[in-house]
């Protein structure tokens, strides 16, 4: 006897979900990592269909979530879900991610162990572009939902998750657009979870102790353009200054000229926190910080580790002039960017470089990095939650709040959200996370699972 479309409908989502609950956590992220899901900062190179895909992926692999969820798509490629709480009079949460991910360098293909788009899962690792940044962030969520449904539980405050799709180039497609949908819905959050702090196995300030690093504050960003214009022409006769030399010497000056170190309150906050746990003498230096804040913020510019924490920094990231070798060109552009430390401003940040480059010949300009999210309340019901969850799944470790010295999409929620906090709790050793953007990205398996417990801990406890 023929089926009907309905029984046919239904033994294909049961095989969906069989073939899914068959897969490990960890084969679903190497499955995940193998969607190309690219940022590129020339956006006619972005696949677009490659997010399409990795959206019926996810529905493959979360059934539970997607049909009990109410999800929407915005702006075509981004994902909103919300999970309805039994008591609406309180405030909703907000955990978000993304599924975007940056180009490996042109040149760099063959430093990888495993091709950065494979997915490989071997050696106790999960290996690929994303393992870190930030499709563990978006699958460990999905797990952690996965498994709440699984086991009957039911929210008594709504929680919402928002994962974008293009955070790697600003957000502005994405969590912008996600945020206009939570506008238009009437939502505001207590708090909100977004990527970024993690649990570190070799911290050098506590040896021997996991230090779980909760950001509650981000640098800010900005980017200057420099250009120089003069005298071109046939390089038999150059000019006694050249737009190149001439920018070349701006670029130095700015090199030289960095700005000063100081503590700002999410590193104080951070050495408050790790003060009683730590030996003479850098107890006493660290609970007396009104009197020796300078010398910590000194001490940590020497190290490049520890240096953007206390400094706004600088980096000379493009230079581009001339068109052949034997001419000299009548203009030249490079390009400075900037990670802006809690209270400075992109103004103050221009009006420095100004005088630092004193040189009317050589044009700045750049475009204003806007809503520069506030430090978060490190005593608040929301790092409570964070701490209480980490606390489940690693009880040894010291939970401190800290300052994320990157940026991500939490500047697009700043008016949609009383605190903002970031943290995805994968365990790694600090030599790790010069993957991020770099070269063999990888998490441990054991690592990703104990995320995923974590993301069920904040979750079930953040929705009571």
Known sequence: MPRSPASLLALLLLTLWIGAAAASPAERLGEAVRFETISYQDHSQIDYAEFIRFHQFLRQSFPRVFSELQVETVNDYSLLLRWPGSDAALPPVLFTAHMDVVPV????????????????VADGRIYGRGTLDDKIGLMGLLEAVERLLAQGFAPQRSVVFAFGHDEEISG????????????????????????????????????????????????????????????????????????????????????????????????????????????????????????????????????????????????????????????????????VNFRLLPGD?????????????????????????????????????????????????????????????????????????????????????????????GTDEYVGIASYEKSIEIAVGMIELASR
């Open 105 to 120: 360098e042109p040149g760099t293909e063959q430093d990888w162990q495993h091709p950065a788009f494979s997915g490989v």
């Open 345 to 437: 401003t992109p103004a103050g940040i221009v009006s420095y470089i100004t005088g630092v480059v004193d040189d009317p010949q050589v044009e700045i300009s750049y475009e204003e990095w806007e809503n520069l999210p506030r430090v978060a309340d490190h005593v608040g019901s929301g790092f409570a939650v964070i701490k209480a969850a980490v606390e489940r799944v690693y009880p040894e470790a010291v939970v401190v709040p800290s300052l994320l010295t990157a940026t991500t999409d939490t500047r697009h929620y700043v008016d949609l959200v009383d605190n903002q906090y970031r943290f995805h709790g994968v365990e790694m050793a600090t030599s790790q996370t010069t993957s991020i953007h």
């Open 172 to 335: 502005h497609g994405g969590a912008a657009a996600l945020a206009a949908r939570m506008r238009e819905l009437g939502l505001h959050f207590a708090w909100m979870v977004d990527e970024g702090g993690m649990l570190v196995s070799d911290n050098p300030l506590l040896a021997g102790v996991t230090l779980a690093m909760v950001n509650i504050a981000e640098k800010g960003y900005l980017t200057l353009t420099l250009q120089a214009t003069g005298e071109g022409g046939h390089s038999s006769n150059p000019p006694a200054v050249s737009t190149i030399g001439r920018l070349a010497n701006a670029l130095a000056r700015i090199e030289a000229s960095p700005f000063p170190p100081r503590l700002t309150p999410p590193v104080v906050a951070m050495f408050e926190a790790l003060a009683p746990q730590m030996a003479q003498p850098e107890r006493m230096v660290f609970e007396n910080l009104w009197l020796t804040d300078g010398l910590v913020a000194r001490r940590m510019a020497q190290e490049r580790s520890t240096t953007p924490f206390v400094r706004t920094t600088t980096a000379l990231t493009m230079f581009n002039a001339g068109v052949k070798e034997n001419v000299v060109p009548q203009r030249a552009v490079a390009v």
